[in-house]
């Protein structure tokens, strides 16, 4: 099973100066920047998902703006994202509409003949065809909403249009056939009609934010209507990375996520991952977030009364406990209680009681107790915890946090390929 990376534009940057908390003044953005792929000694993914509506075009601004999208349609994918085949052999690029980010459109937002054109000229080798999400899923037989067969026509409408016309593209294309639905019936009847149309390659959308038991229902309905023919299935924004296995056992040829990175700074205590056997285990990094950023100070009133300079003394008194403990001087125990001094300060709530803000304090206690103690990153051979170290288990700046998404990416990449070969 291939796991593809959803790109969110997320990079590092490479000259980032840990000590200062900075970046150097001359560096230029994307350009000096690292992507997951660069950054790291092995590709953590076997490829990447660009979405149309991270790119900037007179429709609509995206993550990307106009300059570097129209450098995109330029250079290709491969180029832009410094992903190139000769170095990363038989890795995919695929494209999609980004049907979410369209969601509450009458009709989706690009033709068929615009997204093939987006598709021929980034060089992509897999795309997805035109479709409208359909929110709805129900597991039991009840009618689906005019709406969601109305979306329903329109993306099988679409789809059979898309293949005809892909053919342009030759055969270094795969197009995909996006299945949209409202249950695990009707998604199954739309897998069917695409393979009547042509594709050999399916993409289940609409179920980013399903639990993975209701995608495993709609798994099973589409294999058993396929029955014998040969489909590969790619799920859509699959986003429970641990639940990975069950979607094998359901036949998934691929799916795509940004999960692993997110969750280095979205997740407050699954944030940092390791193997623990053939599973997902997490740790928690260490919060010790910059005194200078007054966003902290003004969330905490104690923080305000402690005031800048007395901050500024404990957030170093905290650093310096942690960086010197990794090194092998400090005991583990004053280390975590120089952690805890600085964060009871600056990460106080006053929307809650004191009560629960010691409850708090003491439970993270604990925490880091674990997180540290364990030390981690000496047991990870990633780039990221080699350099770095400690570092990587800090909470701090964005360069802390998306390097720390980069090692979760080839923690999860790598537990992936050994399960791989535990379970062929
Ligand atoms: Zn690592």
Known sequence: MKFLFADTADTVDPAFDFERTRSPRQRRVHDDDHY?????????????LLSRAAFSDHRRSGKYGAARSMRFRREGARTFLRYPEAEFPGSIVMGDCGAFSYRDADAPLYTVDDTLSFYADGGFTHGCSVDHLIFDFFTDNREPSEEARRRQEITLTLA??????????????????????????????AAVDLVKMGYRSLALGGMARSPTDDIELALKAI?????????????????????????????????????????????????????DG????????????QAADDRHARASAKARTVGQEELIRLERIALGAVRAYASGEGELEQTVDRIIDYVSVVL???KKSEKSNTAEFAKLRSIYLRSLGERPWERCDCRVCHELGVEALIFRSTNHNKRRGFHNLAVFHSLLKSQAKVSP
């Open 36 to 48: 997951p792929h660069e950054h790291l000694i092995r590709a953590p993914y076997d490829g990447i």
């Open 160 to 189: 059979a249009d898309f293949y005809r016309t892909s053919v342009a593209l030759g055969k270094r294309f795969t197009p995909m056939g996006a299945i949209q639905g409202w249950s695990p019936a009707s998604m199954a009847d």
């Open 278 to 289: 053939n599973r997902l285990g997490h740790y928690t990094a260490v919060r010790i977030p």
């Open 223 to 275: 294999n058993e209507r396929l029955g014998a023919s040969k489909v590969a299935i790619h799920v859509l924004g699959f986003g429970k990375v641990e639940d990975a296995p069950r979607l094998k056992r359901l036949g998934v040829t691929s799916f795509d996520t940004t999960s692993p990175l997110l969750r280095a700074f979205k997740d407050d205590r699954q944030n940092y991952f390791y193997a």
């Open 348 to 350: 106080w709530k006053d």
